[in-house]
Each structure stands twice: as C-alpha cells, then as structure tokens.
C-alpha cells in the first residue's frame, strides 16, 4: 500500500524516496509514476482518507510514550 496526494492534476508523494528509482519526493503533472507499479489506485477525498485511515497504532505509540514520559518526571 502506498498513498500520494492528487491536487488539481499535480502530483505530490512525499516518501517516493522509498522505491529504487527515486531519490527524492515526487511532484508532477498527473498521472503519478507510481500508479504503473500500484495499478488498483482508489481515489479518495480528503475526508473519505481520514475516515478510512487507521490511526490505532498512532494511540497506542503516543500513550506508551505519555506513559514514559510520566515515569521520567515522577523518578527527576
């Protein structure tokens, strides 16, 4: 899975750098390079991403590192 964001026909994919033939972000004129290597692209709205977006794992870092945090200033 991979996600880029579509803004009046421009391209922008921040982490490109990840595949070989990148070395940097992507931005272009659509269609993006990577849509030839993930052929089954949804296209989504803004909201419809954030709905749809799992941000579980997010929580579960951001209390476990609150809950560090917690320890360092209770043990200072």
Known sequence: MHFWVEVDDIVLDLTAYQF??????IVCNLPSPLELDFRNVTRCTPAEALSNANFE??????AVMNGHRKKEREHA
């Open 57 to 62: 794992l997010n929580d579960l870092l951001c």
């Open 20 to 25: 070989k033939r990148f070395e940097a972000p």
